[in-house]
């Protein structure tokens, strides 16, 4: 069974760091795409950054360029993000996905992963 963990969320105040783990287990995605994905209540589910396999590939959304990174592991089959000048329009429950497939860090849409954590929540309070 294939189960992807988050862990690292939690309250900071503005301009303040997090970082979030996802540790993956089941099976191996050293080859695929990984992700984490974004939802603040009301707004829909967003990619914030990706990684390729061997992350030389990667895609941030504009909102966060500069601020996230994202890096994986692939011998530990596990992928990080590192959250920076965090504000409190980064409030959302946080995501981390993976492809079945090997991928693109250009895909986009929530749609095109299969394997999804439970979530993770970030507040940022002002």
């Known amino acids: 069974q294939v189960q992807l963990v988050e862990s690292g969320g939690g309250l900071v105040q503005a301009g303040g760091s997090l970082r979030l783990d996802c540790a993956a287990s089941?099976?191996?995605?050293?080859?695929?795409?990984m992700g984490w994905f974004r939802q603040a209540p009301g707004k829909e589910r967003e990619l914030v950054a990706a990684?390729?396999?061997?992350?030389?590939?990667?895609y941030y959304a504009d909102s966060v360029k500069g601020r996230f990174a994202i890096s994986r592991d692939n011998a530990k089959n596990t992928v990080h993000l590192q959250m920076n000048s965090l504000g409190p329009e980064d409030t959302a429950v946080y995501y981390c996905?993976?492809?079945?497939?090997?991928?693109?860090?250009?895909?986009?849409?929530?749609?095109?992963?299969?394997?999804w954590g439970q979530g993770t929540q970030v507040t940022v309070s002002s």
């Open positions: 996905a993976a492809k079945n497939v090997r991928g693109s860090v250009y895909d986009l849409r929530d749609d095109q992963y299969d394997y």
């Open positions: 089941g099976r191996t995605f050293s080859r695929n795409v």
């Open positions: 990684i390729g396999l061997n992350s030389a590939f990667t």
